[in-house]
């Protein structure tokens, strides 16, 4: 992020109901024109995350209120919830390369997409600004009556860019979970989270399931072995106090 560009720190609101899933971000006239950005322009927004939108106007009851309304999606994106507040900046935008995307998908579920499908998804999120770790909604592409959230998993060239007529999407069959976070374009603090966060996902059911062995086992192994369980309890509870100290 080219830090001589400058920002504006704005609060965080629902969208309207027309803006769910199409990746925008409505700001008064004021705000738009400190940010030199025309309507239909993309903007950085800094939160937890980084990510990219369209920029668009608010109703005249939102003008001077230092807002900017986004979507859950964009949120999410974001890594913040309704009230927090974000960093906005004009984007630094280049057309992509290379978009690889791949369904959000509970564990055990697969999904099989039909010849043309990388063009049906390239038309539908045309001139989209995403970079890594992005969710999207692409329109006309549903799952059981919902639509089927997508991930943003590579983009070539690195950092936020647009989807053209020339990028080449990919599509991978295999689904992602959404807690799967890429690691890019995450702060320092985040990484820290979710390496605590996917720590304690594998570590506190092993020490649930050999707690009452652990206990009864005997001799020096056993000894050992007790030792080790209250050593990674404690660094565990330590490192997740830590992750939560820095949380928004």
Not at 28 to 53: C, F, S
Not at 185 to 197: G, T
Request: avoid cysteine.
């Amino acid at each position: 992020m080219n830090e001589t560009r400058p920002g504006l720190v704005l609060k965080v609101v629902e969208a309207p109901e027309s803006d769910v899933g199409t990746g925008r971000a409505r700001v008064d006239e004021e705000a738009r024109l400190a940010l030199g950005v025309d309507v239909g322009e993309a903007v950085e927004m800094v939160g937890r995350r980084t990510t990219a939108a369209k920029l668009f106007s608010v109703m005249q009851k939102d003008e001077g209120q230092g807002i900017i309304r986004v979507d859950g999606l964009v949120r999410r994106n974001l890594g913040v919830s309704i009230g927090d507040k974000v960093e906005v900046r004009k984007a630094e935008i280049l057309p992509a390369e290379r978009v690889t995307i791949a369904p959000i998908m509970s564990e055990g579920h697969m999904i099989s997409f039909g010849q043309g499908m990388e063009n049906f998804v390239k038309r539908g999120l045309l001139k989209r600004p995403v970079t890594n770790g992005d969710v999207v909604i692409v329109p006309g592409i549903a799952l059981m009556g919902g639509a089927l959230r997508f991930m943003v998993i590579k983009v070539t060239p690195e950092g936020i860019v647009q989807i053209v007529d020339d990028t080449i999407v990919e599509m991978k069959e295999e689904p992602v979970r959404e807690s799967e976070v890429p690691l890019e374009n995450l702060s320092p603090e985040d990484i820290y989270a979710e390496f605590v966060r996917v720590l304690k996902r594998g570590a506190v059911p092993a020490l649930a399931y050999f707690a009452v062995t652990l206990a009864k086992l005997p001799g020096p192994k056993g000894d050992k072995a007790r030792e080790l369980a209250a050593a990674i309890s404690r660094l565990l509870a330590d490192a997740e106090s830590d992750s939560e100290k820095q949380g928004p």
